[in-house]
Nanobody, 129 residues
Framework: QVQLVESGGGLVQAGGSLRLSCAASGSTFSSYHMGWFRQAPGKEREFVAAITWSGGVTYYGDSVKGRFTISRDNAKNTVYLQMNSLKPEDTAVYYC??????????????????????WGKGTLVTVSS
């Protein structure tokens, strides 16, 4: 079992920045690929970014490439999402997710939210225009 708790959401003006954190507990954090997803009202959950168990490879959704950066600190059992140049369309609840790593598991599989093993409860990000 893995418990995930997001923090760092809030209200920010367009063009601003926020840093989200996701603290994990309950299992070996470095055994999991980690991802961030978001869901805006009335829309389907959308892939934002993912990072491999080692932190060596990252992957981003097209809408956030060049603006968001995912990172992790396995010593602190935490994954981060640095969000820059925020736009009103980035407004959503942001969720942290974990997927147990098995040999050969490709990071591209992290784009499918149906395949995640654990979820946090989310943190709201609101970007005003």
């Amino acid at each position: 079992q893995v418990q995930l708790v997001e923090s760092g959401g809030g209200l920010v003006q367009a063009g601003g920045s926020l840093r989200l954190s996701c603290a994990a507990s309950g299992s070996t954090f470095s055994s999991y690929h980690m991802g961030w997803f978001r869901q805006a009202p009335g829309k389907e959950r959308e892939f934002v970014a993912a990072i491999t168990w080692s932190g060596g490879v990252t992957y981003y959704g097209d809408s956030v490439k060049g603006r968001f950066t995912i990172s992790r600190d396995n010593a602190k059992n935490t994954v981060y999402l640095q969000m820059n140049s925020l736009k009103p369309e980035d407004t959503a609840v942001y969720y942290c997710a974990a997927k147990f790593y098995t040999q050969g598991l490709l990071i591209a599989t992290m784009t499918d939210y149906h395949g995640m093993d654990y979820w946090g409860k989310g943190t709201l990000v609101t970007v005003s225009s």
